[in-house]
């Protein structure tokens, strides 16, 4: 299951064209035994997502829980420790429920100044230290000054990002998905 925002959502391209809707494909096409659910929603934020994750695990018992979460926060100037916190208390609640996190690192626009941009990052990797979770870092970095790879907003990216987006995600993720 992927818990995450816009990103992750498909944000300003048809929902198919997607990174997860590619990896659910891609999956179903490898013949591993995955099924993908999309739990992501566009303006999502760390506590809107900790707030419907228990129905989310009721619902769809995953085996793996892949975090996209955190970019609205930080567009939002909210406080990187109540992010941390609420990224936390979702690694705690995926695990009591038999899910193994993964956690996506994100990036925000240096408009809040420098100290609020190193905090907001460093909240990703201080929740994969804590948690022992496999990190993947900051997946737009090459793409996001690529011609054509993002929408004219400079947050979003375009469909045509979206398989390198999949591929990115899919390497960090092969150990699992083969292991089981």
């Known amino acids: 299951m992927i818990l995450g925002d816009s990103i992750s959502a498909g944000y300003g391209i048809q929902r198919e064209q997607g990174w997860v809707q590619l990896l659910a494909r891609t999956l179903t096409e490898s013949e591993l035994p995955w099924d993908t659910v999309n739990a992501s929603i566009s303006g999502e934020t760390s506590s809107g997502a900790l707030a419907r994750l228990p129905d989310l695990l009721n619902t769809h018992s995953p085996k ?52 609020y941009t190193r905090a907001f990052e460093t909240v990703y990797r201080d929740i994969s230290t804590k948690f022992d979770l496999l990190y993947i870092p900051f997946f737009l970095e090459e793409l996001a000054v690529e011609p054509g790879m993002m929408q004219s907003d400079g947050i979003h990216p375009t469909a045509a990002a979206q398989p390198r987006m999949r591929d990115i995600v899919l390497n960090y993720l092969k150990p699992i998905l083969a292991a089981q």
């Open 64 to 115: 793996l829980l892949v975090i996209e979460l955190g970019g609205n926060d930080g567009l939002r100037g909210y406080p990187t420790e109540i992010m941390q916190k609420n990224l936390a208390q979702i690694v705690e609640l995926a695990r009591a429920a038999g899910a193994e996190p993964v956690i996506m690192a994100m990036r925000i626009p240096p408009n809040y100044g420098p100290r």
